[in-house]
């Protein structure tokens, strides 16, 4: 009677180690291939920012350039620290570290370059339209 149980209970355990490779084999794959919809979209979103910023400031370069008496010296050296700052960002390198940091640095630059430029928190098309609320 003891075999026909120990047979019982080999059984359990072998049906419970498979159920767990089995499990754990499929949830590596979604696993996977969730993370490599999450990277590809935040790797996006990264992108978009540093191309956004560094747009900007080619175009305050050149502005800098063509109208130098507009921008003073001191600006003209944040324009360019952005720039070098944003070319030296690893954006091909997934793994690169201190990205979150770097990217922290370059929006404080930015920041600060369009506080200087007069654009306080105005970082796109603004209306000066009134919005009245009704119901």
């Known amino acids: 009677m003891e075999d ?5 209970l080999e059984i359990e355990n072998e049906m419970r180690e498979k159920g767990f490779a089995e499990g754990f084999a499929q949830g590596k794959m979604k696993g ?3 993370g490599r919809v999450l990277g590809v979209k935040h790797g996006t979103q990264t ?3 540093i191309g956004f910023y560094l747009g900007c ?11 130098p008496k507009l921008f003073p010296k001191r600006r003209k ?16 390198e997934a793994n690169a570290a201190g990205m979150t940091e770097a ?5 404080s630059k930015f920041k600060v370059l369009m506080s200087q430029l007069g654009h306080g928190k105005r970082l796109g ?11």
């Open 4 to 8: 026909l149980f120990d047979g019982v």
């Open 57 to 67: 400031a080619l175009m305050w370069r050149t502005l800098a350039e063509t109208y």
């Open 32 to 34: 996977l291939a969730e």
């Open 47 to 49: 992108s978009s920012e």
């Open 125 to 135: 098309v603004t209306t000066n339209e009134k919005k009245d609320i009704s119901f």
């Open 103 to 107: 990217l922290a640095k370059i929006r």
């Open 77 to 92: 050296e944040r324009i360019l620290g952005l720039i070098e700052e944003i070319k030296g960002y690893p954006l091909g």
